[in-house]
């Protein structure tokens, strides 16, 4: 069965970077991009950014925009978000979800189980 | 960047239909499929709708969506309690060339 599977919570200090996983498995990874989605404590869901699993384009959202960095690892099935320059508006919980299709999809029914981030000095 | 815009809030009691609406623009929904998440409090989202109005397996058939131009809804047809959660819309937005959501609408069955 398809599962994504994220790295552990993560305290960070403001101005620092981080780096997450998201570990895939039950599905040919190149076949599908993946998004990286957050949510901030009683906000709404926002898209950061996808990379595609095959070729590895990315694309990032404005609001992200030279801070996050996705990549991936094809011989770990695993992709990875790395967001720079913290401040405590960061402080969210981070998924990432499968496209639903192997094309430009919004997020579908895969989604790993959330990363929590917090931010403080 | 554009957001889709839901209502913050919606009720009903058990048994009644309640519909949840998502407006967006002409490169968003008006060119591209919507999709519907639920989400309870500390979970990951689940895919409740995708492409405008199919259900994924395991989704009761309560739940359906339309869409019409650049709005869609999502409507729950006999009520439960265990219906109560946030809902979310997104849609895919040939502009950004990547996915915008709704705000979240949050479900409460009274």
């Known amino acids: 069965q398809v599962q994504l599977v994220q790295s552990g919570a993560e305290e960070k200090r403001p101005g620092a970077s981080v780096k997450l996983s998201c570990k895939a498995s039950?599905?040919?990874?190149?076949?599908?991009?993946i998004h990286w989605v957050r949510q901030a404590p009683g906000q709404r869901l926002e898209w950061m950014g996808w990379?595609?699993?095959?070729?590895?384009?990315?694309k990032y959202s404005q609001n992200f925009q030279g801070r996050v960095t996705i990549t991936r690892d094809t011989s770990a099935s695993t992709a990875y978000m790395e967001l720079s320059s913290l401040r405590s508006e960061d402080t969210a919980v981070y998924y990432c979800?499968?496209?639903?299709?192997?094309?430009?999809?919004?997020?579908?029914?895969?989604w790993g189980q959330g990363t929590l981030v917090t931010v403080s000095s | 960047q554009s957001v889709l815009t839901q209502p913050p809030s919606a009720s009903g009691t058990p048994g009644q239909r309640v519909t949840i609406s998502c407006s967006g623009s002409?490169?968003?929904?008006?060119?591209?499929?919507v999709y519907w998440y639920q989400q309870f409090p500390r979970t990951a989202p689940k895919l409740l709708i995708y492409?405008?109005?199919q259900r994924p397996s395991g989704v009761p058939d309560r739940f359906s969506g339309s869409k019409s131009g650049t709005s869609a809804s999502l409507a729950i047809s006999g009520l439960r309690s265990e219906d109560e959660a946030d809902y979310y819309c997104?849609?895919?937005?040939?502009?950004?060339?990547?996915?915008?959501f709704g705000g979240g609408t949050k479900l409460t069955v009274l």
């Open positions: 979800a499968r496209a639903y299709c192997g094309g430009d999809c919004s997020p579908g029914g895969y």
């Open positions: 039950g599905y040919t990874f190149t076949n599908y991009a």
């Open positions: 990379i595609n699993g095959g070729n590895a384009n990315t």
């Open positions: 002409s490169s968003n929904i008006g060119s591209d499929y």
């Open positions: 492409r405008n109005n």
């Open positions: 997104a849609a895919w937005d040939d502009r950004l060339s990547g996915p915008v």
